[in-house]
């Protein structure tokens, strides 16, 4: 027991170090952003009518009119500092409004995570016991129906409903804490959920009619053990993995359909802030935005990793 310990830490420990490189690369796109970017970005926050001197004194501010190598120096040296710049309109640093929005963007993303997983495993392993029968096709059919249902035009439909029509629920913000927050979180939370369960759901189908047809569940069934206990203490284990991978994966997309759904219920998080910095061509902002949420995707990823050991021994190995 003691030595599969140790070999969970040190595959979780390799598994970080491999993320390295893939740090970097993000780091590395994340600040080519801005010089890639078609034109004079300095010339593009300013706007029109801007004069030669303030081009020259905004461009020495950002550090422009240094050497790209020294720039790029300057860029990892400040992310080891915590520093990741000035925003131009909010007058306040990337760091700070970041870790500001951060955390709802984050609620919102586990939320959404916690809706889906919860519709989408019971489902899926009904539609698997009852393969080819009416509630596998039924839920078949409420699968496609989701998939075919983009997060921009479920949204409005949601509060068309909840909020306009029954009054349960508020249509925008994110509430004053407690639970005023929580039914400020609901409706997003679905809008985004209701998608990633659609998803699940077929998933865990495919996954457990693979595992429900193995050897070692016909040797548990022969051996007098209950139905749920077959299903959920052995097949459900083993059919995770590939789920994981999928939630894994979807995290990503939940990041960037955040963007719309925050933009859709005026939730208060990364999304809103990147459309704000994108429209008022605040740069260092909007690095700062995607940073973040390529950082959380990579670590993501390593939790993924580590979740494959925990639902599976063998992968301990």
């Known amino acids: 027991m003691q030595s599969e310990t140790k070999q969970t830490l040190w595959n979780i420990t390799r598994k970080a170090l491999v993320t390295l490189p893939v740090l970097w690369l993000v780091v590395t796109v994340v600040f080519l952003l801005i010089h890639i ?4 970005p300095i010339a593009q926050m300013l706007g029109e009518g801007a004069t030669a001197t ?3 004194a905004l461009r020495h501010a950002y550090g422009f009119d240094a050497p790209l190598t020294t720039q ?3 860029y990892w040296r400040g992310i080891a500092h915590g520093d990741l710049g000035q925003s131009l309109r909010l007058h306040d640093s990337v760091l700070h409004l970041v870790l500001q929005r951060y955390p709802y963007t984050l609620a919102l993303t586990l939320a959404a995570l916690l809706i ?3 519709l989408a495993i019971p489902a899926g392993i009904i ?3 009852k393969r080819n029968q009416w509630q596998d096709k039924t839920l078949g059919l409420v699968s496609l129906v989701g998939l075919s249902f983009p997060n921009f035009a479920l949204g409005p439909i949601l509060i068309i409903v909840f909020s306009i029509g029954l009054g349960w629920l508020p249509v925008s913000g994110a509430g004053s804490g407690g639970p005023d927050f929580m039914r400020h979180l609901v409706l997003p939370a679905l809008t985004l959920g209701l998608g990633l369960a659609a998803i699940l759901t077929r998933m865990v189908r495919t996954s457990m009619l693979e595992e429900l047809g193995q050897d070692y569940i016909r040797t548990a069934r022969a051996k007098g053990l209950r139905e749920r206990e077959v299903v959920y203490g052995h097949a459900l284990r083993n059919a995770l993995n ?4 999928v939630i894994g994966l979807q995290v990503g997309s939940l990041l960037a359909g955040a963007i719309v759904t925050e933009k859709i ?3 208060p998080g990364l999304g809103q802030l990147t459309l704000s910095a994108i429209s008022n ?3 260092a902002l909007v690095q700062g935005c995607i940073l973040a949420v390529g950082l959380t995707y990579v670590l993501v990823n390593l939790l993924t990793d580590a979740a494959y050991a925990l639902a599976d021994p063998r992968m301990r190995r």
């Open 265 to 267: 219920f005026g939730w």
């Open 116 to 118: 889906g997983g919860a």
């Open 242 to 245: 590939p789920v994981l991978t």
């Open 72 to 74: 790029y120096l300057r």
């Open 54 to 56: 303030d081009l020259s």
């Open 37 to 40: 970017v078609p034109g004079d």
């Open 281 to 283: 061509r605040d740069y």
């Open 127 to 129: 539609s698997a016991q």
